[in-house]
């Protein structure tokens, strides 16, 4: 059995070492992170193409199912993964870690978009905790706010004037997040609703701080398409 692991994601790591022992598994990385963790098994890196070059991959390497274990916000792969998988006809399993929920003592501000998350600023604050990746920066080249930028890799231009990077990776700790908010005087901070526990710790020290949150929410799963909340689920609907 061959199967297809679209991921990028721990929970994609985990599924693939999972899995590898007892069936052959290939993990394709978008190759967005200069120096990704690779996850047992064979490992492609960059696009297919679109649905048509992914429909010819998963047929000339005779892939029996694929599972969608990207980040909850990677749209485009996910609905591109839907379509071939159809076309293919093969099974096809999204892999979603359940999005994060309100406690009391949260002052969230839930957005459809970015562009909705630069808008929500006005009023929540001046100095901003953008901790939504890389990608997408542009949506906040024109606001006025002092923004500390957090990824992985070093960003590109569009991205706001005022701003400072900081280069890092997860999984962070509630000690860590709550003294960067206090060094660097953050008063709102924005994310998105990516779930797990690696970067929740900044909702709890946002939460102690009295500090807002602007939430983009998660695009929905392509309609028809099968879900597993845990990594379980996906290794029980494999071997299923």
């Known amino acids: 059995m061959h199967v297809l692991v679209l991921g990028g994601t ?26 990704p963790r690779l996850p047992a098994g064979e490992v492609r890196i960059g696009g297919f193409g679109g649905v048509d ?20 916000f990677a749209e485009r792969i996910s609905f591109n993964a839907a379509r071939a998988a159809a076309t293919a006809h093969v099974p096809l399993l999204a ?21 909705e998350a630069a808008r929500a600023l006005d009023g929540l604050g001046e100095r901003v905790f953008l901790t939504t990746g890389r990608m997408g920066l542009a949506a906040f080249a024109d606001c006025p706010q002092w923004f500390l930028v957090r990824s992985v890799d070093a960003p590109e ?11 890092d990776r997860g999984p962070f700790t509630l000690d860590g997040e709550s003294a960067l908010l206090r060094t660097h005087r953050v008063d709102v901070l924005v994310t998105k609703d990516s779930g797990g526990a690696a ?11 009295g500090i807002p949150v602007v939430v983009v929410r998660r695009p929905p ?7 597993a909340a845990t990594v379980e689920e996906a290794v029980a609907w494999v071997h299923g």
Do not use: C, F, N, Q
């Not at 790591?13 to 899995?19: G, H, Q, V």
């Not at 892999?95 to 562009?115: C, I, M, N």
């Not at 970067?199 to 701080?209: C, V």
């Open 95 to 115: 892999l979603r870690r359940p999005g994060w929920v309100p406690v009391e003592g949260d002052d969230w501000h839930p957005v459809g978009s970015l562009t």
């Open 10 to 35: 721990t929970e994609a790591r985990t599924l693939a070492a999972t899995l590898h022992p007892t069936v052959r598994v290939t993990s394709s990385l978008a190759g967005r992170v200069a120096s």
């Open 199 to 209: 970067t929740a710790p900044k909702l709890r020290a946002a939460r102690d701080a």
């Open 157 to 167: 231009a569009p991205m706001p004037a005022r701003s400072e990077i900081l280069l």
């Open 53 to 72: 070059g992914l429909v010819d991959w998963v047929r000339a390497h005779h892939v029996d199912a694929v599972i969608d274990a990207t980040h909850p």
């Open 221 to 227: 799963v392509p309609e028809g398409v099968r879900v």
